[in-house]
């Protein structure tokens, strides 16, 4: 099991300077007020961006949101499962509903050819 072994403050002042952005960057690029970043920058301040924004966070800075939290895992970009993860949570429920379909439809195949390799 991964542990925390830094802080998200400093995390993201590290992506900031290795990607060479600063914190208006990125409030400019999400129109967000420049109090959020200074906020997400502090090791004082207890406020701490919830699942969505740190998953715009990491993919803006092209680092790992588990890495950008504090964990001990590799730095790199989102793999596959955190970037469908954050796809799913941009969704809004029209979108939710249909790719469960989707799935739901995927499951069915999948099952059909499942039965017809016993046979």
């Known amino acids: 099991m991964n542990k925390i072994v830094d802080t998200f ?6 992506a900031l300077d290795l990607r060479g952005k600063r914190q208006i960057d990125v409030c400019n690029h999400f129109g967000w007020p420049r109090s ?23 993919e803006y800075l092209n680092v790992s949101p588990t890495w950008l939290m504090g ?18 949570n941009n ?4 979108q939710i509903k249909r790719f ?14 499942g039965e017809q390799d016993t046979e």
């Open 91 to 94: 969704m809004d429920n029209r």
């Open 36 to 58: 959020t970043m200074s906020q997400y920058c502090d090791p004082l301040c207890k406020y701490k961006p919830k699942a969505d924004r740190m998953y715009k966070l990491a």
């Open 71 to 88: 964990y001990d895992v590799p730095m790199n970009g989102m793999n596959e499962k955190e970037k469908l993860l954050n796809d799913i």
């Open 9 to 14: 403050e400093s995390r993201l002042q590290y």
């Open 100 to 113: 469960m379909a989707y799935i739901k439809a995927f499951q069915t195949i999948d099952d059909e050819l």
